[in-house]
């Protein structure tokens, strides 16, 4: 088995993820706290990805990386966004350079584009329109990721994450929900598939009139097993119960209305 670093590996996506990874992969998992629940193939590290000798150190002999890792919150600030979001991503990226990693997959995010409407949104095609300081910093992990495809001939892959919740809260998540199983497969895809250089695809599974069709990730055989209408919250909520702070006619939801925070370094 190939040996991949996941980055983020105690949080709630990678928790998902981790069972349909370990069937195919060894898995070296990252995080400021160890991950738990280990299977015999998977050894956990605790460390701090925004030290860059950490980053040295974890990356040593793997063979690829998921990179799950990020800060965010609703109301995050620019500055509480540079060290995990900015600088880490180029920590691991150019560990990729140095060791010779050929596979780096980024967990991007459908709040890129969170400032769209939901009328007449273009789904696939939208131009970037980020919600936020998070959703700012996962344009430059995108970008980054090119430039070190293009640079280094690094194979990326970028996921657009829609909502990767167990269940589905309401119904502006129904068009972009993901399962684990579903989100593995994507991932795969960027970890094996020869045709990829630098590639973003929506983490979407089947979806009802779904924000993204998803054509790349299609056409690298993407194929989603799971429906988010199988996996609706005993309280969902409808578009016309959602309050005016979920955002429901956006794309991005709650973080569209939220203010920006620019503060002064300290």
């Not at 194979?155 to 593995?184: C, F, M, P, T, Y």
């Not at 979806?207 to 988010?228: E, I, W």
């Not at 209408?229 to 309050?243: G, I, K, Q, S, T």
């Not at 956006?250 to 569209?256: A, K, L, M, N, Q």
């Amino acid at each position: 088995m190939k040996t991949i670093l996941v980055t983020g590996a105690a949080g709630g996506v990678a928790t998902r993820v981790r069972p349909w990874l370990r069937e195919h992969y060894n898995l070296r998992l990252l995080d400021l706290r160890e991950a738990g629940g280990l299977a015999a193939n998977e050894t956990a590290i605790a460390g701090d990805m925004t030290d860059r000798d950490v980053v040295q150190q974890t990356t040593q002999g793997v063979d690829g990386i998921l990179h799950l890792a990020c800060t965010y919150s609703l109301d995050i600030d620019f500055e509480a966004t540079l060290d995990a979001n900015y600088r880490a991503q180029l920590y691991l990226l150019d560990a990729c350079r140095e060791f010779g990693i050929g596979r780096f997959v980024f967990a991007s995010s459908h709040h890129v584009l969170g400032q769209h409407r939901v009328e007449g949104f273009a789904g696939d095609d939208a131009p970037v329109a980020p919600d936020g300081f998070y959703a700012l910093s996962k344009v430059f992990g995108e970008a980054a990721c090119a430039l070190y495809a293009h640079r280094h001939g690094l194979k990326a892959l970028s996921i657009r994450i829609g909502n990767a919740d167990e269940q589905v809260a309401d119904e502006r998540r129904q068009h972009i929900w993901v399962s684990g199983r579903d989100l593995a497969q994507l991932i795969r895809i960027g970890l094996e598939h020869e045709d990829i250089t630098h590639d973003v695809v929506y983490g979407v599974s089947r979806c009802p009139a779904p924000f993204f069709h998803n054509g790349r990730a299609v056409a690298l055989g993407y194929a989603p097993q799971d429906s988010a209408v199988d996996h609706l919250a005993p309280a969902f909520l409808a578009r016309e119960a959602m309050p005016p702070s979920a955002g429901p006619g956006f794309v991005g939801g709650p973080y569209v209305p939220q203010p920006l925070l620019v503060r002064t370094p300290r």
